[in-house]
Nanobody
Framework: QVQVVESGGGSVQAGGSLRLSCSVS?????MGWFRQPPGKEREGVAG??????????DYADSVKGRFTISIDNANNTLHLQMNSLKPEDTAMYYC???????????????????WGKGTLVTISS
């Protein structure tokens, strides 16, 4: 069973930055970040898939230019660098992983088989 564990959440003021990390126990190819704001549905934030010679990423329009997803292949750790944070970024953030996916499905929750329990991000105005 693949274990997925997020870390790095916290509270910052608007305009600040946070870096989330996600440790995945298996050699999953597809990994992504999702979030669920209070009272709203879960949404895809960023996803990444690593092929032998290429890496493909995808971002939600709301975070493009502010968030960066990256992966440390040496230990299969996923990161999400979040800059210029806004109050509307407040949410529980979840890491997800899968052994296979399509590049067009990186922001779809049903593309991922393994999920972490989440880490809370709170942005104050």
């Amino acid at each position: 069973q693949v274990q997925v564990v997020e870390s790095g959440g916290g509270s910052v003021q608007a305009g600040g930055s946070l870096r989330l990390s996600c440790s995945v126990s298996g050699n999953t190819v597809c990994m992504g970040w999702f979030r669920q704001p209070p009272g709203k549905e879960r949404e895809g934030v960023a996803g990444i898939v690593s092929f032998i010679s290429d890496v493909h990423t995808d971002y939600a329009d709301s975070v493009k230019g502010r968030f960066t997803i990256s992966i440390d292949n040496a230990n299969n750790t996923l990161h999400l660098q979040m800059n210029s944070l806004k109050p509307e970024d407040t949410a529980m953030y979840y890491c997800a992983a899968s052994y296979g996916c399509s590049t067009s499905d990186l922001l779809r929750g049903d593309a991922y088989a393994y999920w972490g329990k989440g880490t809370l991000v709170t942005i104050s105005s």
